[in-house]
């Protein structure tokens, strides 16, 4: 008995160590952010930041462009793979047989694995000239592109964490719903999807901010054109391609600072993002 009692008091111990660390972590990430964005704060100068131009040599340091070019990726990539995940999770947990969709799990959990830049390397010698030669307008490189490569990244993350979900609905309740007659589509809409509608919301939560996170595949695909882009066609440069290609050698410099102004945007779109998923876990049925 004591044994028993002194393993619950260490396992408990070292969870809370774990989440005492896992969030000092996160709040020293946030400082270190937050402590390099100050300058641009205490100047009085944030509004420039924020305008549509980036020209270091010109005194121009705005990131708008930077912040529009990942909203309208990300955005386009998750109206892609959000319902094609949900569907896939669909597919192999109700209407594929037990074999098929073992392989298919195992087929998606693979794709999850691959690095992105092997989709984004693929994707270059691919998608590109197909974008390029079907459209008839830019090169190819542009929020189109990086999209539909950051949808096929984010389908597995959505589809895996679905199916996981809804196999969470209690067997009674489907099984309740099928001796009244109902069809599998009709158990899935009116029992299945209400019961892990949360379940469904944070997977698309979540892969949308992989997808906004992301940095090879937008750096490679999306043309990095410091713009706002005002069609699907149009290049555009994501926040983390953005943190990625700009260097600066005097680290006191403006252009300096506002990578990590765009590191602070990123950062709190994340916070933010498992806030509602806090909230959406709390909502009663």
């Known amino acids: 008995m004591m044994d028993c009692r002194r393993k619950a008091q260490i396992s408990r111990a070292i969870l809370v160590l774990s989440t005492v660390v896992t969030g000092s972590m996160a709040l020293v990430i946030f400082l270190f952010l937050f402590r390099f964005s100050l300058p641009l704060f205490s100047s009085g100068s944030l509004g420039k930041f924020l305008s549509k131009n980036w020209d270091p040599?010109?005194?121009a340091f705005g990131v708008?462009?930077?912040?529009?070019?990942?909203?309208?990726?990300?955005?386009?990539?998750?109206?892609?793979?959000?319902p094609l995940g949900v569907a896939l999770a669909v597919f192999m947990e109700l209407y594929a047989g037990s074999r098929f969709s073992r392989f298919l799990r195992y087929f998606v959990e693979l794709m999850s694995g691959i690095p992105t830049v092997v989709y984004?390397?693929?994707a270059l010698f691919i998608l590109v000239p197909l974008v390029r030669n079907t459209f008839r307008y830019g090169s190819g490189f542009c929020v189109l592109s990086a999209s539909l490569v950051l949808a096929l990244l984010v389908?597995?993350?959505?589809?895996?964490?679905?199916?996981?979900?809804?196999?969470?609905v209690?067997?009674?309740?489907?099984?309740?719903?099928?001796?009244?007659?109902?069809?599998?589509?009709?158990?899935?809409?009116?029992?299945?999807?209400?019961?892990?509608?949360?379940?469904?919301i944070s997977a698309v939560v979540l892969g949308g901010g992989r997808a906004l996170g992301d940095t090879i595949?937008?750096?490679?695909?999306a043309g990095n054109a410091v713009s706002v882009p005002?069609?699907?066609?149009?290049?555009?440069?994501t926040l983390t391609a953005h943190i990625a290609l700009v260097s600066a050698a005097d680290y006191e410099s403006?252009?300096?600072?506002?990578?990590?102004?765009?590191?602070?945007?990123?950062?709190?779109?994340?916070?933010?993002?498992?806030?509602?998923?806090?909230?959406?876990?709390?909502l009663k049925e």
Do not use: H, N
């Open 120 to 122: 984004g390397f693929s």
């Open 57 to 59: 040599d010109a005194g």
């Open 230 to 237: 005002s069609s699907l066609l149009d290049s555009a440069r």
């Open 254 to 282: 403006l252009s300096f600072k506002a990578i990590f102004l765009c590191g602070l945007v990123l950062f709190l779109f994340s916070m933010f993002s498992i806030v509602f998923l806090r909230v959406v876990e709390r």
């Open 155 to 168: 389908i597995p993350t959505v589809s895996l964490i679905t199916m996981d979900r809804i196999r969470e």
């Open 217 to 221: 595949i937008a750096l490679m695909l």
């Open 170 to 200: 209690p067997r009674d309740f489907v099984l309740a719903a099928g001796s009244l007659g109902a069809s599998r589509l009709e158990t899935l809409l009116r029992v299945q999807l209400p019961y892990a509608w949360r379940g469904v």
């Open 64 to 82: 708008y462009p930077m912040i529009a070019g990942s909203a309208c990726i990300a955005s386009l990539a998750m109206v892609l793979a959000a």
